[in-house]
């Protein structure tokens, strides 16, 4: 799927453990993914065949961001279908420190949005993030998710519960 000019999402392959050995090295990305705290090639591809399971049970969509110009991976998109029987899913998104700052995420995230509602059809999108995580916020509302309130104690991150910001997103909310 093309996220635009310059991206595409793509499912994982074991080619990307460069990337998930990046992603766990980052301070934050292990304390609120399934990414290895601790990278070893088994923690690693043992992340990327969950990713696989994922998308073959149909419990969600996790794609890899990767750059057209040089096929670099670069982080991933990932749409959640835990809650779909009650009209919604969840998306969450990460990316290696070097493309950050680049609007890839919300390139990325746009594109799982449209897919979301028009292949889809799923009535309601949402996404959490901490308040401090002011690049997720703008990517978030970038895209056109609308802040909808805080969370108090809502995900355990690492070794404490952590506020959230719950944003959401209905189709008529795409332009």
């Known amino acids: 799927m093309a996220a635009d000019d310059r991206f595409l999402l793509r499912p994982w392959e074991l080619g990307d453990l460069p990337l998930v050995r990046e992603a766990s090295s980052d301070d934050y990305i292990p304390l609120i993914t399934t990414v290895p705290a601790t990278y070893s090639q ?3 591809e043992a992340f990327v065949r969950r990713q696989w399971e994922r998308a073959s049970t149909g419990s969600g969509y996790p794609f890899v961001i990767v750059r057209i110009e040089d096929g670099r ?6 749409l959640w279908l835990k809650d779909q029987g009650e009209g919604r899913a969840s998306l969450g998104y990460w990316l290696a420190g070097a493309a950050r700052g680049q609007g890839v995420a919300a390139q990325a995230l746009s594109a799982v949005v449209r897919w979301a509602f028009g292949d889809l059809q799923i009535p309601r999108l949402q996404l959490y993030v ?8 703008r990517t978030a509302e970038r895209v056109g998710f609308q802040r909808e309130g805080l969370l108090r104690s809502w995900q355990q991150v690492g070794e404490e519960r952590r506020d959230m910001f719950m944003y959401s997103m209905l189709g008529v909310d795409l332009s």
């Open 73 to 78: 991976p670069l982080g991933t998109v990932g």
């Open 42 to 44: 088994e923690a690693g």
């Open 130 to 137: 901490e308040p401090w995580n002011t690049a997720s916020v």
